[in-house]
C-alpha cells in the first residue's frame, strides 16, 4: 500500500530558530500533499497544501511566512517553522494520497513530527 | 464553525462486544467520508471509507453506515478486541478537492 514517511518524528529546538520537518510518499508520486497540525486533545487540522511545481495554498489562519513549504518533487514535500515560538509546539503531520487509485483515495499520513519549542 | 463533529470524546466497550462510533456533519455536499484509527505520537491509520452513493460498506470487522438524509455516519467495529483501543477519527471530502475534514475523535477503549 502507500507508505508516507515523515522525519524526523520528534524535535526540540529554541525560541527563534527554525526546524525543517520532511514528507515523502516512499511507493508512489505525489503531486499533493497536505500539512495537518493537532494540539492535544483536538481534531487534525489542515494547515496547508502542497503542490509539486507551484505555491501551497494555505488555510485561512496559517501564516505562510511562518511556516514554509516547499514541493520540489513528487516524492517530497517539506514544511520549515521559521523562528519558531512555544506557541508553535504541535504535532504536525504530512499526508498524501495515491491518486494512482482513482477520485476516492484515502489520505495516508505520515507518523507524524512532534515539535517542541523551549 | 465545526463542519464535522464527534460528539462523544470518549467510549469504552466491553471485548467482544460491538463498538459503534459516530459522526455527524453540516455540509450535504461531501462526498467522500473516511475513518481513521490513531495512536498517540503515530500519524493516523486509514481503516475504511464510504462513497456519498453509498450507505453501507463493509471490511472485516469494521463497517460504516451513512445516512445522508441525517448527515450521520458511524463506524461498528465487531467483534472489539484490545487493540482497537485507539482515537477514531471521521473524516469528510468537499467535492472537488483532495481535502478532508477531520472531526475531533473519539477515544475507544475495549475492555478485556
Redesign the interface.
Known sequence: GAV?S?HP??VICKSGTSVKIECRSLDFQAT?M?W?RQFP??????MA?SNEGSKATYEQGVEKDKFLINHASLTLSTLTVTSAHPEDSS?Y?C?A?DVRQGQ?S???????T?LTVT | DQQVKQNSPSLSVQEGRISILNCDYTNSMFDYFLWYKKYPAEGPTFLISISSIKDKNEDGRFTVFLNKSAKHLSLHIVPSQPGDSAVYFCAARPPGTYKYIFGTGTRLKVLA
Request: net charge positive; proline share 4%.
Open positions: 508516507v515523515q518524528s520528534w499533493t497536505f495537518y486533545k483536538q481534531s487534525l487540522m489542515l497544501t504535532f503531520i499526508s494520497s476516492n484515502p489520505l495516508h499520513f505520515g507518523n507524524g512532534r
